[in-house]
């Protein structure tokens, strides 16, 4: 885990760089297909996104969920990533849906910078790692 200073305008940046955000939502994707049949079914889609801990935490603080609501709650994101409804996300599924919640995140972080305790590999780390590249001349 790192430090970092980051924007809306960051993350912004990063997924309107094609090349930078194709090579990193391809590798998400290859890393993500444990059974690289070439789709991501919904079993491999949920372990990552029980990783975020959304619902299980408030401010970083364990709190009681409702396993169902939970469920219910992952059952339906998986479900608006799956456009064509076939019970899997192909690559381009998942580089929509992906570009959609980055593109989320940054409006709703706006332009003013922030702190933040990012983890290693996450979309966010990967974000800022593309800005530092820029400011280098």
């Known amino acids: 885990m ?20 194709n090579s990193w939502v391809h590798d998400r994707f290859a890393a993500l297909d444990e059974d690289q049949d070439g789709v991501l079914s919904y079993e491999e889609i949920l372990k990552q996104l029980q990783c975020l801990r959304v619902f299980e935490t408030d401010f970083g603080i364990d709190v009681k969920t409702d396993a169902d609501e939970v469920a219910g709650v992952y059952c339906f994101l998986f479900s608006q990533f799956d456009r064509d409804s076939n019970g899997v996300l192909d690559f381009e599924e998942f580089k929509t849906a992906t570009k959609r919640m980055m593109l989320a995140v940054a409006d709703g972080l706006g332009l003013l910078p922030l702190q933040m305790i990012l983890e ?18």
């Open 2 to 21: 790192s430090v970092e200073i980051l924007n809306g305008a960051t993350i912004a940046g990063f997924v309107e760089d094609e090349e930078a955000f």
């Open 120 to 137: 290693e590999g996450s979309f966010l780390k990967k974000d800022v790692e593309w800005e530092s590249t820029k400011l280098v001349p």
